[in-house]
């Protein structure tokens, strides 16, 4: 059983431009949750993808935007970078929410 | 109403003492109440977890104390050692809906050998 994968580890980007981070959830979760970590903060929940619908967002921007595939696999872009948007990116999956499954991140530099 | 706060925010333990962390909601409407680990460059890892209708669970060295009346939580490391040097974020969510985590702002955990 594969955990929760995350591509690409490490990202810079120019402010202004789009970029796209990609998630493999863990085998046979259905539900995927994105969160933003700026450094030395705690996780802010993005939003929430079920069964490929969203199921809940959080305080942030239509830039933010995302996808979840059928087969459980999620996307997060944001468009029109800023130099907030700096930060870790985690993808967590899960069944239900007794405990979410993180991934190790994405770690975006916008410059 | 959503915040969690957390504290210390960076803690010092020598070896074989006990690590305690604090954290209070302020939403009744919480139900869920985990703990996460976190190791520099590695993605949040659930320790352990409670839901209110407890006042403590124990795993191993790690045990969670809950005051509902209070809406404070806390995690209690017991034997702390090196190994557990890394950075603690309590969390609270409501288990129906849509599940978000609300997490803490950290508490940086350093055991000294």
């Known amino acids: 059983e594969t955990g929760v994968t995350q591509s690409p580890t490490h990202l810079i980007k120019t402010r202004g431009q789009q970029v796209t981070l990609r998630c493999s959830s863990q085998s046979g979760h259905n539900t995927v949750s994105w969160y933003q970590q700026a450094l030395g903060q705690g996780p802010q929940f993005i939003f929430q993808y079920y069964r490929e619908e969203e199921n809940g967002r959080g305080n942030f921007p239509p830039r933010f935007s995302g996808l979840q595939f059928p087969n459980y696999s999620s996307e997060l872009n944001v468009n029109a970078l800023e130099l907030d948007d700096s930060a870790l990116y985690l993808c967590?999956?899960?069944?239900?929410?007794?405990?979410?499954?993180f991934g190790s991140g994405t770690r975006l530099t916008v410059v | 109403q959503q915040q969690v706060k957390q504290s210390p925010q960076s803690l010092i333990v020598q070896k074989g003492g006990i690590s305690i962390i604090n954290c209070a909601y302020e939403?009744?409407?919480?139900?869920?109440f985990p703990w996460y680990q976190q190791f520099p460059g590695k993605g949040p890892a659930l320790l352990i977890a409670?839901?209110?209708?407890?006042s403590e669970k124990k795993e191993g060295r790690f045990t969670i104390s809950f005051n509902k009346s209070a809406k404070q939580f806390s995690l209690h490391i017991m034997d702390s050692q090196p190994g557990d040097s890394a950075t603690y974020f309590c969390a609270a969510s409501r288990v129906s809906g849509t599940y978000k985590y609300i997490f803490g702002t950290g508490t940086r955990l350093k055991v000294l050998a």
């Open positions: 939403n009744t409407a919480f139900d869920y």
């Open positions: 967590a999956s899960s069944l239900d929410a007794y405990g979410y499954t």
């Open positions: 409670i839901r209110p209708d407890v």
